[in-house]
Protein backbone atom coordinates (compact mmCIF):
# COMPACT_ATOMS: atom_id res chain seq x y z
CA UNK A 1 0.00 0.00 0.00
CA UNK A 2 1.01 3.40 -1.08
CA UNK A 3 1.08 6.41 1.17
CA UNK A 4 -1.11 9.16 -0.24
CA UNK A 5 1.12 12.33 -1.02
CA UNK A 6 -0.29 14.42 2.22
CA UNK A 7 1.12 11.40 4.24
CA UNK A 8 4.13 11.60 2.76
CA UNK A 9 4.67 15.12 2.53
CA UNK A 10 3.81 15.01 6.75
CA UNK A 11 6.17 12.01 7.00
CA UNK A 12 8.98 14.38 4.82
CA UNK A 13 8.51 17.49 7.15
CA UNK A 14 8.89 15.26 10.57
CA UNK A 15 12.05 13.64 9.45
CA UNK A 16 13.84 17.21 9.60
CA UNK A 17 13.08 17.77 12.85
CA UNK A 18 16.42 16.51 14.96
CA UNK A 19 15.91 12.91 16.87
CA UNK A 20 13.55 11.83 14.50
CA UNK A 21 14.21 9.04 11.96
CA UNK A 22 12.08 7.44 9.41
CA UNK A 23 10.49 5.50 11.47
CA UNK A 24 9.85 7.44 14.35
CA UNK A 25 8.33 10.27 11.67
CA UNK A 26 6.62 8.08 10.41
CA UNK A 27 4.57 6.36 13.62
CA UNK A 28 4.41 10.23 14.75
CA UNK A 29 2.29 10.92 11.39
CA UNK A 30 -0.05 7.67 11.72
CA UNK A 31 -0.65 8.80 15.43
CA UNK A 32 -1.48 12.12 14.51
CA UNK A 33 -3.87 11.39 12.20
CA UNK A 34 -4.98 7.75 13.46
CA UNK A 35 -6.10 9.03 16.98
CA UNK A 36 -8.40 11.88 17.61
CA UNK A 37 -7.67 14.52 15.06
CA UNK A 38 -7.93 17.65 17.55
CA UNK A 39 -4.53 16.37 18.70
CA UNK A 40 -3.51 16.70 15.56
CA UNK A 41 -5.13 20.29 15.01
CA UNK A 42 -4.40 21.24 18.51
CA UNK A 43 -0.25 20.69 17.57
CA UNK A 44 -0.80 22.79 14.03
CA UNK A 45 -2.76 25.62 15.57
CA UNK A 46 -0.13 25.99 18.40
CA UNK A 47 2.56 25.77 15.51
CA UNK A 48 1.41 28.47 13.55
CA UNK A 49 0.88 30.75 16.53
CA UNK A 50 4.32 30.16 17.64
CA UNK A 51 5.48 30.83 14.33
CA UNK A 52 3.98 34.10 14.08
CA UNK A 53 4.56 35.75 17.50
CA UNK A 54 7.82 34.37 18.89
CA UNK A 55 10.73 36.42 17.74
CA UNK A 56 14.24 36.35 19.69
CA UNK A 57 14.93 38.52 22.70
CA UNK A 58 16.63 41.80 21.70
CA UNK A 59 19.04 41.51 25.09
CA UNK A 60 19.98 37.74 24.78
CA UNK A 61 18.47 36.41 21.70
CA UNK A 62 16.62 33.79 23.15
CA UNK A 63 12.95 32.89 21.60
CA UNK A 64 10.20 35.00 23.50
CA UNK A 65 6.75 36.09 22.60
CA UNK A 66 8.00 39.91 23.45
CA UNK A 67 10.84 41.89 22.81
CA UNK A 68 12.31 40.99 25.78
CA UNK A 69 12.44 37.28 27.98
CA UNK A 70 11.15 37.14 31.34
CA UNK A 71 14.70 36.50 32.49
CA UNK A 72 15.86 40.07 31.09
CA UNK A 73 13.20 41.76 32.05
CA UNK A 74 13.46 40.77 35.80
CA UNK A 75 15.19 43.10 37.63
CA UNK A 76 16.36 40.41 40.66
CA UNK A 77 18.57 38.65 38.61
CA UNK A 78 22.07 38.64 39.15
CA UNK A 79 23.68 41.99 36.34
CA UNK A 80 27.12 40.85 37.16
CA UNK A 81 26.79 37.91 35.27
CA UNK A 82 26.42 36.19 32.07
CA UNK A 83 26.03 32.77 30.78
CA UNK A 84 26.34 31.82 27.12
CA UNK A 85 24.72 28.74 26.07
CA UNK A 86 24.31 27.17 22.91
CA UNK A 87 20.06 27.08 22.85
CA UNK A 88 16.95 28.00 24.40
CA UNK A 89 16.83 24.60 25.80
CA UNK A 90 20.07 24.40 27.17
CA UNK A 91 18.97 27.78 28.59
CA UNK A 92 15.47 26.15 30.41
CA UNK A 93 18.33 23.32 31.79
CA UNK A 94 21.10 25.74 33.40
CA UNK A 95 17.28 27.66 34.83
CA UNK A 96 15.64 24.23 36.07
CA UNK A 97 18.87 23.56 38.49
CA UNK A 98 18.26 26.29 40.14
CA UNK A 99 22.02 26.67 40.77
CA UNK A 100 22.45 30.17 38.26
CA UNK A 101 20.86 33.62 38.93
CA UNK A 102 22.46 35.71 36.32
CA UNK A 103 21.75 36.74 32.65
CA UNK A 104 22.43 34.72 29.31
CA UNK A 105 23.33 34.92 26.01
CA UNK A 106 22.00 32.27 23.35
CA UNK A 107 24.09 31.66 20.44
CA UNK A 108 21.32 29.73 18.82
CA UNK A 109 23.80 27.34 17.52
CA UNK A 110 27.86 25.94 17.58
CA UNK A 111 31.08 27.07 15.46
CA UNK A 112 31.59 24.93 12.37
CA UNK A 113 33.66 25.63 9.08
CA UNK A 114 32.31 22.11 7.83
CA UNK A 115 28.51 23.59 7.66
CA UNK A 116 29.96 26.89 6.92
CA UNK A 117 28.90 28.52 10.31
CA UNK A 118 31.20 31.00 11.97
CA UNK A 119 30.70 33.74 14.41
CA UNK A 120 28.94 36.28 12.01
CA UNK A 121 26.52 33.48 11.48
CA UNK A 122 26.41 33.26 15.37
CA UNK A 123 25.92 36.53 15.44
CA UNK A 124 28.84 36.95 18.36
CA UNK A 125 29.08 40.56 17.28
CA UNK A 126 26.15 41.54 19.88
CA UNK A 127 27.85 39.18 22.59
CA UNK A 128 30.98 41.22 22.31
CA UNK A 129 29.53 44.64 21.88
CA UNK A 130 26.93 43.65 24.99
CA UNK A 131 30.36 42.67 27.29
CA UNK A 132 31.93 45.61 26.30
CA UNK A 133 29.32 48.27 27.17
CA UNK A 134 27.79 46.86 30.16
CA UNK A 135 30.57 47.34 32.90
CA UNK A 136 28.49 46.06 35.45
CA UNK A 137 29.16 42.65 34.21
CA UNK A 138 32.08 40.83 36.50
CA UNK A 139 31.97 37.22 35.14
CA UNK A 140 30.60 35.43 31.95
CA UNK A 141 30.39 31.78 32.32
CA UNK A 142 30.75 29.38 29.09
CA UNK A 143 28.31 27.04 28.72
CA UNK A 144 28.83 25.09 25.66
CA UNK A 145 28.59 21.57 25.29
CA UNK A 146 31.82 19.29 25.47
CA UNK A 147 32.11 18.72 21.61
CA UNK A 148 34.43 19.72 19.16
CA UNK A 149 32.59 22.28 17.87
CA UNK A 150 31.18 23.40 21.60
CA UNK A 151 34.72 23.86 22.39
CA UNK A 152 35.91 25.93 19.28
CA UNK A 153 33.20 28.07 20.27
CA UNK A 154 34.61 28.47 23.87
CA UNK A 155 37.46 29.23 22.92
CA UNK A 156 36.99 31.70 20.52
CA UNK A 157 34.69 33.10 22.72
CA UNK A 158 37.36 33.52 25.60
CA UNK A 159 39.85 34.65 23.50
CA UNK A 160 37.91 37.59 22.03
CA UNK A 161 36.34 38.71 25.17
CA UNK A 162 39.37 37.99 27.40
CA UNK A 163 41.23 40.80 24.85
CA UNK A 164 38.44 43.30 25.17
CA UNK A 165 37.88 43.01 28.78
CA UNK A 166 41.31 42.48 30.79
CA UNK A 167 38.86 42.82 33.85
CA UNK A 168 36.70 40.54 33.13
CA UNK A 169 36.07 37.05 34.28
CA UNK A 170 35.83 34.25 31.60
CA UNK A 171 34.78 30.66 33.26
CA UNK A 172 33.35 27.59 31.71
CA UNK A 173 31.21 24.99 33.16
CA UNK A 174 33.41 22.37 34.91
CA UNK A 175 33.59 18.52 32.72
CA UNK A 176 33.98 15.53 35.27
CA UNK A 177 32.23 12.08 36.22
CA UNK A 178 28.62 12.35 36.81
CA UNK A 179 27.07 11.62 40.20
CA UNK A 180 25.96 7.84 40.42
CA UNK A 181 28.39 6.33 37.83
CA UNK A 182 31.37 3.92 38.42
CA UNK A 183 34.48 4.89 37.66
CA UNK A 184 35.14 1.68 35.38
CA UNK A 185 32.21 2.44 33.38
CA UNK A 186 33.45 6.10 32.55
CA UNK A 187 35.77 7.16 29.56
CA UNK A 188 39.25 7.83 29.93
CA UNK A 189 38.57 11.47 28.30
CA UNK A 190 35.80 12.43 31.13
CA UNK A 191 38.51 11.01 34.12
CA UNK A 192 41.40 12.82 32.71
CA UNK A 193 38.69 15.89 32.77
CA UNK A 194 38.21 15.55 36.35
CA UNK A 195 41.24 14.99 37.25
CA UNK A 196 42.47 18.06 35.92
CA UNK A 197 39.48 19.97 36.68
CA UNK A 198 39.90 18.65 40.69
CA UNK A 199 39.24 20.96 43.41
CA UNK A 200 41.09 20.15 46.94
Known amino acids: MTPSPSIDELIDALKRLPGLGPRSASRIAYQLLSEDRTQALNLAQALEKA ?23 DKGRDATKLCVVESPADQRVIEETLAYDGLYFVLMGLISPVEGIGAHELHLDRLIERVQGDQSLKEVLIATPFTPQ ?51
Open 51 to 73: VKTVRHCLMCNTLTDSDLCPICS
Open 150 to 200: GDATAHFIAKVLSSRRKDIRISRLARGIPAGVELEYTDANTIASAIFARKS
